[in-house]
């Protein structure tokens, strides 16, 4: 079964540097979530999208912006990188029906050095 | 705002033994999700639990939420090797209308020694 793609799987930056990440969800999935998970900590929600419509938005950045793209895929764009931004990027795609479970992708793993 | 407590932190048990971790939210929740994220892995979804008092089971994984749906438990039996990882519950997330806005649990780290 197709799952949700993540694109790249491993990032290295320098500090002030920008990254994009990209998410590719599991066909005719609407809804595009973004989570963030530092070194031994649970996920953080960041943000999600309907319908290439922002949706909700949690703990994310003001460095940090997103957009769902016609074809559904997803991409994070962080600016001004700082160290505490290592973690690993979590994007995880549902249907909209009530109460469907998150698929959430393999993860970007993104150091800043 | 809203917190989702999850004890223990971490649990070794020889092969063979059971395994609970419990989940406390502090507000009342509309449903429950537990995740599984192996070592190096992505959360994988296990189970929902939406009524009070519900309890579900998947072969040896039994899952129970309250009857004040603010708690809820994951019980394995007879563990093996291959339930190693970290075991999350999650809640919906506060003022959120996406189903998947999600606040974890800091997960119960499972390690099984064979």
């Known amino acids: 079964a197709a799952g949700v793609i993540q694109s790249p799987r491993h990032l290295i930056k320098e500090k002030r540097e920008t990254a994009t990440l990209k998410c590719y969800p599991i066909p005719r999935h609407d809804t595009v979530y973004w989570y963030q998970q530092g070194p031994g900590q649970d996920p953080q929600f960041l943000i999600s999208?309907?319908?290439?419509?922002?949706?909700d938005k949690g703990s994310i950045p003001d460095r940090f912006s997103a957009q769902q793209f016609s074809d559904y895929h997803s991409e994070l764009n962080m600016s001004s990188l700082e160290l505490g931004d290592s973690a690993l990027y979590f994007c995880?795609?549902?249907?909209?029906?009530?109460?469907?479970?998150?698929?959430f992708g393999n993860g970007t793993r993104l150091t800043v050095t | 705002g809203q917190q989702v407590m999850q004890i223990p932190q971490y649990q070794h048990v020889q092969e063979g033994e059971d395994f609970t971790t419990y989940c406390n939210s502090s507000t009342t929740l509309s449903n429950i999700q537990w995740y599984k994220q192996r070592p190096g892995g992505h959360p994988v979804f296990l189970i929902q639990?939406?009524?009070?008092?519900e309890v579900k089971k998947q072969k040896r994984l039994t899952f129970q939420f309250g009857e004040a749906k603010k708690n809820s438990s994951l019980h394995i039996t007879a563990t093996q090797t291959t339930d190693v990882g970290t075991y999350f519950c999650a809640g919906p997330g506060a003022g959120g209308t996406s189903y998947g806005k999600l606040t974890f649990g800091q997960g119960t780290i499972l390690t099984v020694h064979p």
């Open positions: 639990l939406v009524k009070s008092g």
């Open positions: 995880a795609s549902s249907p909209t029906a009530f109460n469907s479970p998150l698929h």
């Open positions: 999208f309907y319908e290439k419509m922002q949706s």
